[in-house]
């Protein structure tokens, strides 16, 4: 379902209308025909939503009490939707938020009362170079707080050309095993095993970064890097 802003008239517009789609790029807004999905992709969403539908059916046995605390708790959060327009979650969407947050690291605890916020890492003016000739997919940088009670979660997109500059393919999940107090390894043989091919050479690699609390939930702002993938 598409997001709108309504200004004087239409302002913005993100997402799926029927069977187009529309998107933010450095020209503007672009409408484009929506692919049908298939196969595993349809799997994986079906998984997604398995595991949504899991966690909600916890937040009906929490206790009023408990339900309060998650609310007061959303209360002191900013989050964006897809257009950058902040809004206040409620106390069931950062339940839901942190919950899956702790599936994605293949965490199985269910967390019934709101954790306090931590101090979240982060890696200072990251990097990342993707090589076909040796192979490598690297990121480097300083790691800033890093911690052995965080995953990373490492998201990258399909290749796109050369002209692309802003994100447009979806992310998916390449890594998300060791802790924060080290960067993550070559990611090559795991961006073969998400995808089945090796990216060629003079084309665009979008790359999303962020760790995850492992018993918490808490998730670090996610940072994007583009990358020319080289011969």
């Not at 409620?90 to 306090?116: D, K, R």
């Not at 802790?179 to 090796?198: A, H």
């Not at 970064?209 to 890097?225: F, L």
């Amino acid at each position: 379902m598409a997001t709108v802003e309504f200004g004087g008239g239409v302002s913005q517009v993100v997402g799926r209308v029927g069977g187009s789609v529309f998107q933010r790029g450095r020209a503007g807004s672009q409408l484009r025909t929506l692919p049908i999905n298939t196969g595993r992709k349809q799997n994986l969403l079906s998984s997604a939503r398995t595991s949504l539908a899991s966690v909600s059916s916890y937040w009906r046995k929490l206790s009023v009490g408990d339900q309060l605390l998650w609310t007061a708790t959303a209360n002191t959060q900013t989050r964006y939707n897809r257009l950058g327009v902040p809004y206040t979650p409620s106390g069931f969407q950062l339940f839901c938020e942190l919950n899956l947050n702790i599936a994605l690291i293949n965490s199985a605890a269910i967390i019934s009362t709101p954790p306090a916020l931590p101090t979240l890492p982060s890696i200072t003016s990251p990097s990342c170079t993707i090589d076909v000739s040796t192979p490598l997919y690297d990121i480097t940088g300083a790691i800033v707080n890093g911690s052995a009670a965080y995953n990373w979660l490492i998201e990258a997109t399909r290749p796109a050309s050369l002209g692309v500059h802003s994100v447009r393919a979806p992310f998916c999940i390449i890594y998300n095993e060791d802790d924060t107090t080290t960067l993550p390894p070559d990611m090559w043989s795991s961006y073969y095993k998400r995808y089945s091919f090796t990216p060629p050479a003079d084309t665009v690699i979008f790359t999303r970064i962020c760790a995850i609390h492992k018993a918490d939930g808490w998730r670090s702002p996610s940072q994007v890097i583009r990358t020319i993938v080289t011969p």
